[in-house]
């Protein structure tokens, strides 16, 4: 195997994007990176704004320094107040930002649970009702609550501006001899200043926003700092290989909801190109968590994987993941070829669809499919031709045959996968069909996280 280097990229790890869920990272993505990119639009004014007030402050020292003094105790009890409100803005903030995400959650049980809702009345009333009205009702509770206590903080703000110049015009001269000049200076100085800092409370909603926002992100350990796959390096080609070494591997995890801790191994496996292997078990044996860690996808807790003889690590790990090509029980199907670079890419892809009989279905044209709005067992097969276009040397397909009908399932483990073992690649396949177990050169049954 060539030797392998580094590169720039730093997704975080797999499992963790897995245990925030979706409904999480599409609200960071969504709210969270919009609210923090209005704010850094803001930064300039704010920096502008603050360093003209610094000069009316130096402006009216120079005048009387007396007179800033008591100005600037009377800003520090005005700004005190200011804070607090502010405080209790950022923790509603905070409240309606929880709120949201669990919005985001039942948004998703409306597009994935619409069946189920509409199959059953008292279900989906009960829905919109306790789960989706009142999580809506709550966010805008918090919002509206936000931004009285926001305007109301302007108001007040402008307010004691107000005071603070009647305390120079009617209090000052009482306590302190002022010429008019000095007088009149400071008059107009803080008259000034007045427009400058309702610029900066205008800005007070966006900053507390982006402040919620960078305080969720933090939360979540969706920064590059805590969470990222730091060392990745950019993949470098591996013309072949000899073996693919799981050595003494474990990798554990609590589901969400459950205390037990599942541990899958330590597992001892070696694959090598030109086989068929069948990975079988029951449900929630550890079937898809296996092939995740062979894949790169998750990482061991103990032990090792290697890659002829040379271990796995932070710094090769993108090259090892190149290897792959897959296709997931939850896949995604994009509406483009991406990441295929073959000159004659339109003639392979529809000599593909023909042989998977979806050519009445979907064209391809400058490597873009006419349509993904299939049923799931052709969906699947739409996935299996990007794989068989990757041409990589390892496929992995987990549970392919579960939604095709009997032809298909024929056609894949009679036709399928021995092509792709003739082409001399490492065929892992997830399986239940016990009736092609003998196809395979290889049975691996785990059950419970454990190869039995």
């Known amino acids: 195997m060539r030797s392998i280097s580094v590169g720039s990229s730093s997704p975080s790890h797999l499992r ?24 850094v639009f803001n930064v300039p004014t704010l920096f502008i704004n603050a360093a003209l007030i610094l000069g009316c402050l130096f402006y009216l020292g120079w005048l009387s320094f007396g007179i800033l003094l008591a100005t600037v105790a009377f800003l520090t009890v005005a700004i005190s ?10 923790s509603l903030f905070v409240m309606a930002r929880e709120e949201n995400d669990a919005l985001m959650k039942h948004f998703r049980g409306i597009t994935d649970g619409i069946k189920e809702l509409k199959l059953h009345q008292q279900r989906r009333e009960d829905f919109l009702e306790f789960e989706l009205q009142a999580t809506a009702d709550a966010l805008r509770k918090y919002r509206v609550r936000t931004q009285k206590i926001l305007a109301f903080t302007n108001t007040l703000g402008e307010f004691l501006f107000f005071i603070l110049l009647g305390l120079l015009v009617f209090g000052i001269p009482h306590l302190m001899p002022t010429s008019a000049p000095v007088l009149s ?21 966006n900053m507390t926003l982006a402040a ?40 554990h995890y609590k589901s969400e909801g459950e205390n037990n801790t599942f541990t899958l191994g330590p597992i001892d ?14 449900n929630g044996s550890g079937k898809s968590t296996l092939a995740k860690l062979i894949t790169g996808l998750y990482l061991p807790d103990s032990g090792k994987i290697c890659l002829d003889g040379i271990p796995i690590t932070h710094q090769n790990r993108e090259t090892y993941r190149q ?26 892809a529809k000599a593909y669809l023909e042989q998977l009989q979806l050519s009445h279905k979907v064209q391809v044209e400058n490597g873009s499919l006419s349509t993904t709005e299939l049923s799931q067992g052709q969906r699947k097969r739409l996935a299996l031709l990007t794989a068989y276009l990757d041409d990589r040397p390892v496929y992995l397909f987990d549970e392919w045959a579960a939604d095709q009908d009997p032809f298909f399932r024929e056609v894949f483990y009679q036709q399928i996968l021995p092509e792709l073992k003739k082409r001399g690649k490492v065929v892992l396949v997830i399986s239940h069909d016990d009736r092609y177990f003998h196809l395979c050169d290889r049975l691996i049954k785990l059950d419970y996280g454990q190869i039995v």
């Open 16 to 39: 963790h994007l897995e245990e925030l869920g979706a409904n999480r990272l599409l609200a960071t993505l969504t709210e969270d990176i919009q609210n923090i990119a209005m704010t």
């Open 212 to 251: 919620v926002s960078l305080r969720k992100i933090d939360t979540l350990g969706l920064s590059l700092a805590s969470r990222a796959e730091e060392g990745l390096q950019s993949p470098q080609p591996v013309v072949s290989f000899q073996q693919i070494a799981l050595i003494q591997a474990t990798h």
């Open 269 to 282: 496996l070696e694959f090598s190109p030109g086989e068929i292997v069948f990975i079988v078990g029951g």
């Open 185 to 205: 200076g400071y008059v107009l100085t803080i008259a000034y200043m007045m427009r400058l800092i309702g610029n900066i409370l205008a800005t007070l909603p």
């Open 323 to 348: 290897l792959f090509s897959t296709v997931f029980s939850d896949f995604y199907l994009f509406e483009r070829l991406l990441g295929v670079s073959l000159d004659n890419l339109d003639a392979r």
């Open 81 to 90: 107040i200011v804070q607090l409100l502010i405080n209790k803005a950022f």
